[in-house]
Structures are given as C-alpha cells and as structure tokens.
C-alpha cells in the first residue's frame, strides 16, 4: 500500500469513531452535558475529586498562560482520535478551576523507560520513532499544526506499549505560515527557532532527528548544563556519531537535523513520504502500525486499569501558591474561558 492510500486511511479513522483499544481503556462514564463523549461502561461517576489540580484560573492569568491553555484545549479538541495522541474526553469549569479529562496511558513516560535502560536498540528506537513520524505526519498534513515541544517526556506509552503523545500546549495550527515565539526544551529547538528567524512545521522533523539520536545514544546530541552553550552547538549543527551507529540511523539523523529547514527531510519535496521510505525504516509495514497491528516492544506492567506504578511521584500542588479567580478577573477574561 502506498503512502498516498495510508494518509488516507488516517484520515477516514480520524474523522470516525474512536478506535475499541481507547474504549477499553477507559474506565469512566462521564457525569456532564449531554454532548460530551461517553466511553466505556462503569458504575462510578467522576467529579472533581478524581482530577489533580496544577493551576487555578487566577494562577493560569498570572502566568500569562490563558492563550496557552486554549490552545491546548482547541488543539486535542481538533486531533481527537488519533491512535496516537491522548484523547480529549472533556473539558469543563467552576468557580476557580479548569479541568481536562484525557483518556489515562497507564504504562508512564517513555522517558523512564530510557533513562532505565540507558539507551534502546535500534529496532526499539525504530518502532516508537515510526509512530511520532505517523503522528507528525498526521498533524502537519491533516491539521496544518506545529507540536514544538516534542522529546520522551511527553510521550507516553498505553497498556500495549503504543505511544500517546501529551501536553500540547505549544501547538499551534500554522499551515503554510511561520510563528515566531520561543518555545520548547532547549535541547530539541531547532536553529530557526534559536536564530528567531520564523518556524514552521520543519521544527518537528528536527526535533524527530534529535529523538531518535537520544534514543540510540540515551542523551540528546547537544548538551551542556548552560542552556546558551547548547543553543551554541545547535547553530553549529555539528552531531557526533557513536561508532556502533548504523549508517541508516546516522544518514536520517543527519538528515532530519539539517540546520537549513529548507534542506531538511520530511519538509523537503516529498514531505512526510520522504520519512517513511528512508532505509531506516525500510522494514516498517506503515499500514500495520497505523492499526496497531504490530505489538510494541516495550510492553508495561499493569496491574489494574487505574494503576499509577508507572509513574514517577510527583508532589500535589501548595493551594497557598495558587491565586484566586476574583470577580474583577472573571469579567475581564470570562469570555475567553467559555470552550470549558
């Protein structure tokens, strides 16, 4: 099957019901209006007890992130149903809090699971990598968005080892067109977004670059504990290769990581097919991974449907910290928060 016919395949799945693999992995009925999507069967009700709350919508106001958090929302609104990408179930509000409920991906952090390892193998690397370029390629051509903020934190891994990929707070819907704000981790910017040049979708293929090489090698190819050194070896774009390497893996690296995002693989002529018929991937059926037909290599450890033991701990937010939605704030902003 040609590439052509799979990005079409995507987008019919898209567009239709959700796949039975991310029904069974939801073990909530939701309790809300009457439009919102119903998955599973269960007994219990959620409310907002069940949620743990990062910010309030004074704290999300003072940290200037409104436009952040409506762009998360519209945007997992947007690509809802992809096989992998967390799932927006619903989003709502009260007095003081936002809330976004997301199908839950038990099996934790790919990130974890690297630092565990050190480093994976190649056809490991090569699994999970084909699936982000599965994802890019869904977002770039099928939604016209940028995700800019790609690297194994957010990633997570479902109970049959396949990837979600979360936080989409730096998303944005640019089409043809470049953005010009700073955002990302430092070690995944692309030259363009360092230079402040305008970026578009090309900074995704780089991005991609760089998470396989940290994959492969288990730390990314730039590095130094002073962020304005890495922006540095960035422009330089100079990656040095381990000699274990193979010659496939260095040649997409260095493809996707061309400091000229005019130059750079899957933005070039050909776009995302280009991706998928590197020697790289040259023995990934693209159609089996796109149907999840094809079992993931790293299979996490679930006891129950809402088991956590893949997560690392991580402290609840100080209420103290929080600052209050006031009456002066909620006639200011209140049309802005009216999607929740």
């Given amino acids: ?19 039975p693999h991310q029904r069974r992995l939801s073990p909530f009925v939701i309790a809300g209006r009457a439009e919102e999507k119903q998955l599973g069967i ?22 200037k992130q409104v436009e952040h958090v409506r762009n998360e929302r519209k945007t997992l609104a947007d690509v809802s149903g992809h096989p992998f990408i967390t799932t927006l179930i619903a989003s709502f509000s009260d007095d003081q809090n936002l809330y976004m409920l997301l199908d839950y991906c038990p099996g934790g952090e790919i990130f ?22 599965l994802t890019i390629e869904f977002l770039h051509d099928v939604e016209g968005v940028v995700y ?37 981790t430092p070690e995944y ?14 900074v995704d293929w ?10 492969l ?31 496939a893996a260095q040649n997409i690296i260095s493809l996707l990581c061309k400091t000229n995002p005019t130059e750079r693989l899957g933005y070039i002529s050909g776009g995302s097919a280009r991706v998928k018929t590197h020697p790289f991937f040259e023995d990934i059926n693209w159609d089996d991974l796109f149907y999840r037909r094809i079992k993931g290599p790293i299979i996490p450890r679930v006891d129950h449907p809402a088991d956590t033991g893949n997560f690392e701990e991580y402290p609840d937010p100080d209420v103290k910290n929080q600052s209050l939605y006031t ?14």
């Fill in 148 to 184: 800019r903020d790609l690297k194994p934190e957010n990633i997570l891994l479902d109970a049959e080892g396949h990837i979600k990929l979360v936080d989409f707070g730096f998303a944005k819907q640019v089409g043809d067109h470049e953005t010009y704000t700073l955002c990302g």
């Fill in 327 to 340: 009456d002066d704030l909620r006639d200011k902003y209140e049309a802005l928060f009216a999607d929740f």
């Fill in 189 to 202: 910017l692309a030259p363009e977004v360092i230079h402040n040049s305008g970026h578009g979708l090309a």
């Fill in 206 to 215: 780089w991005a991609l670059g760089i998470l396989i090489y940290e994959f």
């Fill in 112 to 133: 974890s699971y690297l630092r565990r390892a050190r480093r994976f193998n190649e056809n490991t690397s090569k699994f999970y990598a084909a699936e982000i370029a």
């Fill in 1 to 19: 099957m040609g590439s052509e016919d799979i990005h079409e395949r995507e987008k019919e799945i898209v567009a239709s019901v959700r796949p």
């Fill in 42 to 63: 269960s007994t219990r009700r959620l409310n907002v007890n069940d949620f743990a709350l990062l910010k309030t919508l004074g704290t999300v106001i003072k940290l």
């Fill in 217 to 247: 090698v288990g730390q990314p190819p730039f590095w130094d504990q002073n962020p304005m050194r890495i922006y540095e070896q960035i422009v330089e774009g100079h990656i040095r290769y381990p000699q274990n390497m193979s010659p």
